[in-house]
């Protein structure tokens, strides 16, 4: 009898716990941000961490053997992989010594089920954009090192990044994966030939790239002007008000700093802070995560 | 070659751009002639599969296939609500594949063509017999694959149709069996199972068999190529005794996968 009540009341306990986490569920669902508020209020966030902590990182290279090079990334569940291809074009009349870096982000509609499959949406043509950004502006592959025969022939680099799991900042990832995979690339030596005004590369040699910067990015929200957080998951991006992303390069200085929104947490500017934030986190986490590979 | 097509959508490059040539006298004396044996594997052995449920935990169900250089990402988002304003008694199964830009040997644009939507069709049809739709009006499923890196078509279509079995039971969708598939290639007289891109391309003709192993039913084959019909049940018949090691696999994945949570 005390087995059988003990094991009842352990059913029930468990029944109990089970509801519970239904509740929580169907709370999260219906009232996102009186949730979020709810988690904020304590100092804390919904997946457990504190509100300037960053997921861990997780980062694989050169998996894939059809691509120039590779990388794969986890920033929590985040998933994104990115290959990169290079292909042989004839430079821009203007520009006769520099080559191309086409970097591309796709969002399919697999990683998240706010992405309709199609043509890409809103948010994977701006992120696409602010990665193009960064890239050129860090100069991360120096295009002039691009050139198999100026004037005639150079190389295109196509860095495109897929997003298989979407858990929230996409754009720390992909710029991760991408300089990273553009540090795992090699190409194959290439020679022009006047003649035929064919290019041709050879099989067995194969040159890695002339690296530049390799940056890293912080991304950050606001909620509610009240709250910074750190690495937003997809549970509290659209919740947000302002997104700033800083990035650094590898000396620990600033490359580029992108805000959307108001900048204020109460009534101070907390752009400086975010800055001093990310550099932190760089230096304690992140400054060797390009050689770990 | 990649096209001259202006794309709003996306950072373009140069107008157009070739894929890299390679010097011809490289290659060495590595072709294949008629007689020779199989490079690297027994004529009736498949690559080792690595399959894991669940990775995508946006998703409903999903799973991670991996056959040496075959990756496959599958997500299955359903039962959801179907768009369109007709009652459709019975649910619908959609699946669409995309490749990703470099997973094949050249350089894929992104946008989907005709190859993509007939592998999803060849996937939709291996799927279908197993899945319970009738107990599922108005609702859409959508299989959603990404195939991170390919070696050789019919092994994609094989390993897709597996993976989206395991994530359509990760989702816990009702089906009447897992649907396994195979892959083979007639070359020379022998029959190769699980064919490679290279091993494709030397083929005179090859096929590709779903079925449910747990049922003993075939679901969908696709046969391309030249093949007597002989070769072809030969053929059949080989698929289908690898489709009862496969079901092995994935039933293992999954049964790890609901241990582990």
């Given amino acids: 009898m005390a ?65 120039d090079g590779s990388a794969l990334v986890r920033l929590g569940s985040t998933t994104v ?39 890409p949406t809103d948010e994977a043509q701006v992120l696409s954009d602010r990665l193009n950004d960064v890239l050129v502006s860090s100069a991360v592959v120096p295009t002039t090192s691009l050139v198999i025969e100026p004037g005639k022939a150079v190389w295109v680099l196509y860095v495109d990044a897929t997003c298989i799991n979407y858990d929230g900042n996409a754009f720390d990832a992909t710029l991760l994966a991408m300089v990273a995979a553009l540090k795992n690339t090699t190409l194959p030596k290439a020679t022009y030939n006047e ?54 390069d590898e000396t620990g200085g600033l490359t580029s700093v992108m805000q959307l929104g108001l900048g204020l947490v109460g009534a101070d500017d907390v752009l400086n802070k975010c800055v001093d934030v990310a550099q932190q986190c760089w230096r304690e986490t992140r400054k060797g995560v390009y050689e770990a590979s | 070659m990649a096209q001259s097509n202006f794309d709003r959508r ?22 294949w002639k008629v007689g020779d044996p199989r490079k690297g594997r027994m004529a009736q052995e498949i690559r080792p599969i690595f399959l894991q449920a669940g990775l995508i935990n946006q998703a409903n169900g999903s799973a991670y296939i991996e056959t040496e250089k075959t990756k496959i990402a599958c997500a299955v988002y359903g039962p959801r609500q179907s768009k369109t304003t007709v009652y459709n008694e019975k649910g619908r199964l959609n699946v669409e594949v995309k490749f ?59 390993a897709g149709s597996a993976a989206a079995s395991v994530a359509l039971a990760d989702a816990g969708i009702e089906m009447l069996g897992l649907v396994a598939s195979c892959s083979a290639a007639i070359v020379g007289n022998e029959v190769w199972m699980d064919p490679i891109e290279e091993e494709g391309q030397i083929a005179a003709g090859s096929l590709v068999l779903a079925g449910l192993p747990a049922l003993g039913t075939i679901t969908s084959v696709w046969q391309t190529g030249s093949m007597s019909p002989d070769e072809a049940i030969k053929c059949m018949e080989a698929c289908q005794k690898c489709c009862e090691d496969i079901h092995s696999v994935m039933a293992q994945s999954l049964l790890e996968t609901a241990q582990n949570t």
């Fill in chain 2, 100 to 158: 990703a830009p470099f997973s094949c040997t050249r350089r894929r644009v992104p946008i989907r063509d005709a190859e993509d939507r007939s592998i999803a069709v060849q996937i939709q049809q291996a799927l279908v017999p197993a899945v319970r739709l009738e107990l599922l009006p108005k609702s859409t499923i959508d299989i959603f694959i990404t195939v991170i890196e390919n070696d050789g078509i019919e092994g994609c279509i094989a």
């Fill in chain 1, 3 to 67: 087995a059988a009540s003990a094991s009842v009341s352990a059913a029930s306990s468990s029944d109990q716990a089970e509801q519970d986490a239904l509740k929580g569920l169907t709370f999260q669902r219906l009232h996102p941000r009186a949730y979020l508020e709810r988690f904020l209020a304590e100092n804390v966030r919904p997946d457990g961490r504190d509100l300037d902590e960053w997921r861990d990182v997780s980062l694989i290279v050169g998996s894939i053997s059809t691509a």
């Fill in chain 1, 81 to 119: 992989v990115c290959g990169v291809k290079a292909e042989i074009a004839e430079p821009e009349l203007d520009r006769p010594l520099e080559g191309f870096l086409v970097p591309n982000l796709d969002l399919p509609a697999i990683c998240s089920p706010k992405f309709k499959p199609g043509p």
């Fill in chain 1, 195 to 248: 003649e035929t005004g064919r290019t041709v590369c050879s099989r067995k040699v194969r040159e890695p790239l002339q690296i530049g910067r390799t940056p890293t990015s912080f991304s950050f929200g606001i909620f509610d002007r009240a709250h910074l957080l750190a690495d937003p998951t997809s549970f509290e991006e659209p919740l947000l008000d302002t997104t700033v992303s800083v990035v650094i």
């Fill in chain 2, 10 to 31: 996306r950072i373009n490059g140069p107008d157009e751009s070739f894929q890299p040539t390679f010097e011809s006298d490289d290659e060495g004396g590595s072709r």
